[in-house]
């Protein structure tokens, strides 16, 4: 059975940083790609970054943040710096079957629980 674990949310200042980690269990994604996103109340789940022989990110966040794996722990991180009130909410990993980055939730067939990000002012 494959898993998906988020970790390392939590409540930080404003223009702190936080590295949420994505541990998988049940099969290796090395070869495929692998996403981030967040999904604030009421708002659609927006694609954060992704990383599969290169990494992508979305234009909103590509200065702030870096998403990178250890394929011998079989995890996937995402360090955001200079974080804002604005990113505030629950952040989730998500496991593509193909290589090709892509950018819509319909795309990733394994998704984490979420860990909630809070940044105060």
């Known amino acids: 059975q494959v898993q998906l674990v988020e970790s390392w949310g939590g409540l930080v200042q404003a223009g702190g940083s936080l590295r949420l980690s994505c541990a998988v269990s049940?099969?290796?994604?090395?070869?495929?790609?692998m996403g981030w996103f967040r999904h604030a109340p009421g708002k659609q789940r927006d694609f954060v970054g992704g990383?599969?022989?290169?990494?992508l990110y979305a234009d909103s966040v590509k200065v702030r943040v870096t998403i990178s794996r250890d394929n011998a722990k079989n995890t996937m991180y995402l360090q955001m710096n200079n974080l804002k009130p604005a990113d505030t909410t629950v952040y989730y990993c998500?496991?593509?079957?193909?290589?090709?980055?892509?950018?819509?939730?319909?795309?990733?067939?394994?998704w984490g629980q979420g860990t909630q990000v809070t940044v105060s002012s």
């Open positions: 998500a496991a593509d079957l193909r290589a090709p980055i892509r950018g819509l939730r319909s795309e990733y067939a394994y």
């Open positions: 049940g099969r290796t994604f090395s070869s495929h790609a």
């Open positions: 990383i599969s022989g290169y990494v």
